[in-house]
């Protein structure tokens, strides 16, 4: 773990996995189950414990404008790490470049994950890589 602020914006189309995939393949990588947002991990380099907090409802469909978001990624902002889930940027009321921009703009170094439908729970070995990929990028 680095000690720079991270972000992951996790994207995709509805239905697509976002929220299984954080819920029950990238939770379990930072030690949370059920409801839980907020995890710690150790910074390899300094071993300081460091505060990530995700994110598995995207925000379009927690129905966020870009006012509420503005808020609510500045309250984050104390946060180490980030995990977030989004619409595709290409998509017709997508959040991703406002996320994007406005983590940057609060000192995050943001990195991106798609997820692609592929059967959901019927597929757990894509699902459990993409969870991977995820935590590689914090």
Known sequence: MPSAK?????????????????????KPLVGLSGGQRVFHLTDSKTNKLIT??????????AGHST?????????L?????????????????SLYSHIES?????????SSVEIVDHSGP??????IGRAKQ?????
Do not use: C, W
């Not at 006012?67 to 309250?75: D, E, G, M, Y």
């Not at 019927?122 to 699902?127: A, D, G, R, S, V």
């Open 52 to 61: 990530g907090e995700v994110r598995t409802q995207s925000f379009e469909e």
């Open 6 to 26: 991270n972000a992951v914006i996790v994207f995709g189309e509805h239905f697509a996995g976002k929220s299984y995939t954080l819920k029950e393949h990238f």
């Open 102 to 110: 406005t983590l940057m703009n609060n000192g995050f170094n943001v």
């Open 122 to 127: 019927k597929n757990p070995p894509y699902y």
């Open 134 to 138: 995820i935590y590689s990028h914090l």
């Open 67 to 75: 006012t509420s978001l503005a808020a609510l990624l500045a309250t």
């Open 77 to 93: 902002s104390n946060r180490d790490l980030l995990v977030v889930a989004t619409r595709p940027p290409s998509e017709a009321g």
